[in-house]
């Protein structure tokens, strides 16, 4: 600093010079006020100025809580905040409490003179001055105090200090005023925020999932409760009703969310593959192997791993699932190494696994262990109330796919009501998808739904063109027919329920699902 009549190790040698480097820190605190509203470095910062620029040391703020009235210490020059975090003084106590009472300046030449005096920060010369002011909002309102001790060197100026300090307390007060406005308009923003979201919840569950029949808002109570916790999960019912997406909600609505979420499809893979896919190999493992590769388990460690059609599984992965399901423990295929991974399970199944259990072809002991928090789907035939929010969700979905405007009409519904949809969700979807692509103009009535052939599969007598039509008048021995297509017609018939469609053609599930993927059938959605 240049000012004359100062030296910073000797202090000021004339009133000018101390005015003239007031001036200077006030046009510096009020530049550091308005930099942030975060008040804790806001105000040691404004204190770092005073003792920098103007030789006022020791400096402390202590402000109001207006939730207990107490005083609290909320930064102080040249102490660890930690130490200073839990000084309070009553109103009343001590030199700061009763500045604070009286809303009066307090000028004290000596500190050590001073009954009053309390020490609690054990920070201050006793051999100098003390200065502390009031920190007033409005024309009474005391919400917190300033205190600081001029440097022995040099000039004290009393009296002209005291009239500094109580231009920074009123920049002070300015900024506790703002900062305590905006902290109010927040908590009020959050709390209204939060009591949106609670109705939002209560109405209809989760965002991306449509349902407000009592059978799905069960189902949304019991994902809230489970995503809480780390329980295996299994999901029940039947193909298309939501199980995926179930299992998604669980894992992003736990506290495992922002860690990896890993799907396999059980069925989908040969006993060998799954085992590798979900366990990873080890160099050399099998001819092919040439790298080490981490299976499935080992990249869901710490996140959720979701196993799809878990009752299409082999006796003999049945017992390796089992041992990583109660030790969560398990090796690379090929390796020794015991290798151990947090993973929460949630599996699905559409099977009975009961009477799999019955049969023999599913282990008991496992079936207990996943079946620890069954959630149940219903069909969507169960919940046709759902269907006229479902269409309009999922018509929302596709035009925003297909980057266009779509909408349903009221006759379009209708229709879509009447139907019994064995492919539940993803069947409607479909559906829905064949209809839009129809519709040149974007507005899907019942004509264009008549189009994608379920008016055919209508049941009942509502049924327009007579009697119901089921088309179980495919015969799968017709030997005109090659095996791609008795696959799509036993799928088609089934409404894309893998399972039936198995049985329709006397496969496995794990039979079916290997030839969609060799004849390189499009399966709408897995
Ligand atoms: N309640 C629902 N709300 C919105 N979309 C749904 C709902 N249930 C299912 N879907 C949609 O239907 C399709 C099939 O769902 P999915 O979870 O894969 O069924 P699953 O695993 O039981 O066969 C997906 O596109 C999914 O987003
Ligand atoms: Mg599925």
Redesign the pocket.
């Given at each position: 600093m240049s000012t004359p009549g100062f030296d910073r190790d000797l202090g000021f040698f004339n009133r000018n010079a101390l005015i003239e480097a007031e001036l200077e820190a006030l046009y510096k605190v009020g530049q550091v006020l308005s930099r942030s509203l975060n008040l804790h470095e806001t105000l040691k910062a404004v204190l770092e100025v005073l003792n920098d620029h103007t030789g006022m040391e020791r400096g402390m703020v202590a402000l109001i809580d207006r939730e207990t009235g107490i005083l609290r210490v909320s930064a102080v020059h040249g102490l660890d905040p930690a130490a200073t975090s839990e000084v309070v003084y009553q109103p009343g106590e001590g030199i700061i409490g009763a500045t604070i009472e009286d809303g009066r300046s307090m000028i004290i030449e000596r500190l050590e003179e001073e009954p009053e005096f309390l020490d609690r920060l054990g920070l201050y010369d006793p051999k100098l001055a003390f200065l502390a002011e009031p920190i007033t909002i409005g024309e009474s309102d005391s919400v917190g105090v300033i205190a600081a001790q001029p440097a022995a060197r040099g000039l004290m100026l009393l009296h002209e200090r005291a009239r500094f300090l109580k231009m920074v307390a009123n920049l002070i007060a300015q900024s506790v005023r703002l900062s305590w406005e905006v902290e109010s308009e927040k908590r009020s923003l959050t709390s209204e925020r939060d009591q949106l979201r609670q109705a939002v919840q209560g109405n209809y569950g989760f965002e991306n999932i449509v349902g407000h029949t009592q059978a799905m808002r069960q189902v949304f109570e019991q994902v809230r409760q489970v995503s809480k916790w780390g329980t295996t999960v299994l999901i029940r019912g039947e193909?298309?009703t939501g199980?995926?997406l179930i299992a998604s909600a669980i894992h992003f609505n736990s506290p495992r969310s922002s860690n990896p979420f890993i799907k396999l499809?059980c069925a989908a893979l040969p006993d060998n593959l799954l085992e590798t896919e979900l366990f990873g190999h080890e160099k050399g493992a099998f001819t092919g192997a040439v790298s080490q590769r981490k299976g499935r388990f080992e990249q869901a460690d710490g996140g959720t791993i979701f196993l799809?059609e878990i009752g299409e599984i082999s006796a003999a992965f049945q017992a390796k699932l089992l041992r990583v399901l109660q030790e969560g423990e398990f090796e690379r295929v090929g390796g020794t190494r015991t290798l151990k991974v947090d993973v929460r399970v949630v599996a699905?199944t559409n099977k009975n696994l009961e009477q799999a259990v019955e049969d023999g072809d599913f282990r008991e002991d496992l079936y207990y262990r996943l079946n620890v928090m069954p959630i149940n789907l219903p069909s969507l035939h169960e919940r046709v109330e759902d269907i006229p929010d479902l269409a309009s969700y999922l018509v929302d979905k596709i035009g925003r796919q297909q980057k266009r405007k779509l909408s349903i009409s009221d006759s379009a519904i209708r229709v879509l009501v009447r139907y019994n949809w064995p492919g539940n969700v993803r069947e409607l979807e479909n559906c829905l998808e064949r209809a839009a692509v129809m519709c040149t103009d974007g507005a899907i009535d019942a004509q264009a739904i008549g189009l994608t052939g379920i008016e055919e599969k209508l049941y009942g007598a509502a049924a327009p063109k007579g009697a119901p039509r089921k088309r179980a008048a495919t015969n799968f021995d017709d030997p005109e027919m090659d095996e791609r297509e008795r696959v799509i017609a036993a799928l088609e018939q089934t409404g894309w329920v893998q399972a039936k469609a198995a049985r329709l053609l006397n496969m496995t599930p794990r039979q079916i699902a290997y030839r969609i993927q060799t004849l390189n059938i499009k399966v709408q959605k897995?």
């Open positions: 193909s298309g199980k995926e499809n799809d699905a897995i």
